[in-house]
């Protein structure tokens, strides 16, 4: 670490090179070959293109803003192999560059006092906030955007022109747009590989008429082959201003879309644009290219109609109230809904209730000799500072408002259990009418979760960094709502009738990973105690940190592809009759800590 700091450039340096890179690119290139990096995604562990290039999400909005903030592009030249590895290296040294300047802050040494400990949080939450792209499922943001903002769709219409509905057939139609693009060329072109006895025949002919192997590719009748293997697969995204006005959807509100996600090339022009901060991108991410547009990635246009509605709603002096209550119970319906499609009748479950006929908690299920106790928070994150010292405080404020408050809900709740002999629940709404009264010698187990709606990264999945828990106290499990949703879904389809049970394990041997986990996605854990059960529980009690790593989480990848039954869930009647693909089981786990990271 000493040496990467004695070589550190400012952010400036590296800007300037990276302009340089890409200025004469052509603009058609530059966005296809975007869209490219895209839909070879899923190859990137063994792909050239992805070597240096470590967020590839993050990365590809960050260089959109980037190339349109250069004036004065010349836009001659393709993008070649060659001059994308130069500006890969660039990208991973803007990346390295923010983690030395947070992590390495004292010249690349430790503080050796208070301040080390601040960095240990700031660092990962830093990274999971700029670097880690949102991992929920593209049809989760869409269920988000029906649930929160539908309600609301008069207000939407009045000032953006367009409903829910409108944008939820437009996001349909450019997929099935580009979806037709690529089955078209793949169906064409792959007639021969299809059908191997005609390939046979073919062959024969063109030998009949002497005609050399490297000749065949230019004969008409493998026209369709030729095309295939000469297009660049990013030009399938492509769409042309005749196919997007066929969506079925008013004129006026396609027109009113259109405008309100296509980027504006002028924006940023002349400004210096840097990783660690907001993008354009990310709010209008539809480019408009000769006529034509380009959407590089489907998740990122549900992801900027949701956050730019939310935002505005939330912010509306009117009904910024109104939609903040609205939204905070629906968050609550989806998490009760979660459960109950999970565990079944088997189940008693009572939301919004009160255990001391006072204070009002969220959700309570009793599940045999077991009892989960479940608070829902939706209270969002803000963009950590730059400066590791002076982040800690925004980061622990941000933490105690949502994680923190409901473990410290959950307490409350598991000490009625652990110092009376009945425990009384009563309705949160009508506090004298008694729901139920469990006899709390009944109840062996007791299971603290707390619900959240952000992605709060390795502050959330290894909860010692910050929260002030009782010294005698269980860690509670504090999942994101979109990760709560995946596990249940796999976790009944992989373990059918036992997955109840199997869950409350799960959350017995999660929590003895508290204190010894570096994990960026709570699914990645989830998915070693799915496909290597044993593994798991052994990891959980060793007192040796756990590295997760992406291919962990393969298997929810893998029943996504076969149909996970999420609400909105696109062409699900089809996928159920995909076969399961292929996905890692087996993992040699990494054992280090932050202090390895840290170089200490």
């Not at 730059?386 to 949502?402: G, L």
Request: glycine fraction near 4%.
């Amino acid at each position: 670490m000493m040496d990467a700091k004695e070589h550190f450039r400012s952010q400036e340096e590296i800007i300037r090179d990276l302009k340089a890179e890409l200025a004469p690119v052509d603009e058609e290139s530059f966005a296809t070959h975007l869209s490219r990096l895209v839909m070879e995604m899923d190859s990137r562990a063994e792909n050239p293109l992805f070597e240096n290039f470590q967020s590839p999400l993050k990365l590809i909005t960050y260089l959109i803003d980037l190339y349109y903030s250069i004036p004065d592009r010349t836009g001659t030249i393709q993008v070649t192999d060659v001059r994308w590895q130069r500006i890969a290296v660039l990208l991973n040294e803007v990346e390295m560059n923010y983690f030395i300047s947070v992590g390495l802050p004292n010249s690349g040494d430790l503080f050796h006092d208070e301040r080390d400990r601040k960095i240990e949080v700031a660092l990962p939450t830093f990274i999971s906030y700029f670097c880690n792209a949102n991992l929920s499922y593209e049809e989760q943001i869409l269920e988000r955007l029906y649930r929160n903002c539908q309600p609301f769709d008069g207000w939407i219409k009045t000032h953006f022109g367009f409903t829910v509905q409108d944008a939820a057939t437009l996001l349909r139609h450019i997929r099935d747009l580009t979806n037709d693009h690529y089955n078209t060329l793949i169906r064409n072109g792959a007639y021969y590989q299809l059908h191997p006895e005609e390939w046979k025949k073919l062959t024969s002919t063109f030998v009949a008429r002497g005609l050399e192997p490297e000749e065949w590719i230019d004969q008409p009748e493998l026209k369709n082959l030729k095309e295939l293997m000469q297009t660049n697969p990013g030009s399938i995204q492509f769409i042309s201003a005749e196919e997007m006005n066929r969506v079925n959807i008013p004129e006026n509100a396609r027109q009113r879309l259109l405008e309100f996600l296509t980027y504006d090339k002028t924006a940023a022009s002349g400004e210096t644009v840097y990783y660690a901060g907001k993008h354009l991108s990310t709010d209008r991410p539809l480019l408009k290219i000769n006529d034509r547009y380009l959407l590089v990635y489907d998740k990122f246009a549900v992801e900027a109609i949701y956050n730019r509605l939310d935002y505005s709603l939330t912010k509306d002096s009117k009904i910024g109230q109104k939609y903040r209550s609205n939204k905070d119970l629906n968050l609550e319906k989806r998490v009760l809904d979660l459960f109950q499609r999970f565990m079944g009748p088997k189940a008693h479950y009572y939301p919004n209730y009160s255990i001391d006929g006072q204070s009002e908690n969220d959700l309570l299920i009793l599940y045999g000799n077991a009892c989960l106790i479940v608070e829902i928070k939706d209270c969002g994150f803000r963009p950590p500072m730059r400066d590791p010292v002076k982040a800690d405080d925004k980061i622990r404020s941000d933490f105690k408002k949502a994680i923190q408050l409901g473990y410290e809900q959950c307490r409350r709740v598991e000490k009625a259990i652990y110092e009376n002999e009945l425990l009384t629940i009563r309705d949160g709404k009508n506090m004298k009418q008694v729901l139920y009264t469990a006899k709390t010698h009944k109840i062996r187990d007791v299971w603290s979760i707390v619900v959240t709606d952000y992605k709060y990264g390795p502050i959330q999945t290894d909860l010692h960094h910050l929260l002030q828990r009782e010294d005698d106290s269980l860690y509670p499990w504090s999942v994101s709502a979109d990760d709560l949703e995946i596990l249940l879904l796999v976790m009944k389809k992989h373990l059918k009738g036992i997955a109840p049970s199997r869950f409350l394990e799960f959350l017995d041997y999660r929590e003895r990973f508290q204190e010894h986990l570096i994990c960026f996605d709570e699914l990645e854990l989830d998915g070693l105690y799915l496909c290597q059960r044993e593994k798991f529980k052994e990891l959980a009690d060793s007192e040796f940190p756990l590295n997760t790593f992406g291919g962990m989480a393969e298997i929810f990848d893998a029943y996504y592809h076969t149909g996970l039954g999420l609400p909105y869930e696109y062409d699900l009647d089809i996928k159920k009759h995909y076969p399961m693909p292929d996905y890692a089981k087996d993992f040699d786990t990494n054992v280090f800590g932050m202090d390895d990271i840290m170089g200490r």
